[in-house]
């Protein structure tokens, strides 16, 4: 595992369970697997810390426990399972997306307990349900063609195999029985959004019969290769231009491409297509390939092909990610511990004032409330509306690696 992985695996742990919970886990992802015994004296915390980090862990799925052959007991680390915290929002999204809002808030129980059993997950997601009900949110697909593809993802979901690249055919008498009652469709206009999947440029649905008025398929991986490519796409267009995506499009359709062509399909003029071509080649959004026509290489009988390989982009885009997500993780830390005499005194004037309320004491309140000068206010204003950007930039950056 990398070192940004790991450093990013901590502060997820040290933010959402605590310092000691991380550095036993930190310990871990290291050393693989480890005893009870070596993981107290490595990390320098007494037994009972160092059992209840365990408990911590082994409930939130993160460690996994089994017994040797001696008979001594071994813990393990899975980083996959914390770097997956991350996503939680996107999986909460999707329950609701597909199953409304009680899947919403009883998959958003289960990925915080860890491990429950399935009455208090209930009766925790009933609870959640009477306080407040949302309204589902819409897809990025048109609604009513976004309506069809949920429709076919819940009826796959119990039918196909979850590894499988492909869904299994669902027929269009199917479809039709199970679209949701008040978004019924039509059947000519049913057959229209159908169609107009399937005629989709990326071909991630396709109609591979004509039983039951039609069998239709769902290719997951063209699906997921899709919003691979979009995001990419995206990151291409903010870092090196237009100009630049439009050659980055021409590589990922036509494969292995020398500069003159990339140039002419890309209608660039030569001196500029190739200053970005080269200038992506150097960030590693793109390839090179060498065929020579002599064993020596020849710059004169040598061809060079540019290309993409979407799997070595993928890869250094989320370890990017990775990496921006653990600097913003630190810097927030950073900002609070530098900031925190202010906020303590924040929460004792709060803490004095809802006293003062309670007994009526408004000239003191006043006073009280004088106490944080104008730049302290100025100061915490700014530290209040920190959170949210951090939230929000982290956000941004786990949608770029979740699809």
Known sequence: MSRVNTELCYQIVKEYYGEIVANVASFLIRSKSSSLGVIVQRTCYDS???????????????????????????????????????????????????????????????LLQGQTDLGSAVVKTTNKLNESLRSSGSNAIELRASEVMRTMLRLSETRSNPLSLESEPLSFTEISNAMPKDKILQKNMLDQYLKCLSDNCYNFVTKVGESGGGLYQINYFKAIKAICVSHIETIVLERFGSKALRMFRVLLTDKQVEQKQVEERAMLPPKEAKELLYKMFAENFITLTELSKTPDHAPTRTFYFFNVSLIQVSRMILERCYQAISNMMVRRQKCLSENKRLLDKQDRVEAIIASLDAEGAIEQKEEVEQMVTPSEKAQLKKLVMQPKRWSYQKYSLTKQFSS
Not at 64 to 91: D, H
């Open 48 to 110: 009972k810390q160092v059992k209840q980090a365990l408990l911590t862990l082994i409930k939130q799925n993160i460690v996994t426990f089994s017994q040797t052959k001696s008979g001594s007991i071994e813990y393990t680390a899975k980083p996959e399972a914390i770097l997956w915290i991350l996503r939680f929002p996107n999986y909460i999204h999707c329950a609701k997306t597909l199953f409304g809002d009680a899947a919403e808030l009883l998959v958003e129980e289960l």
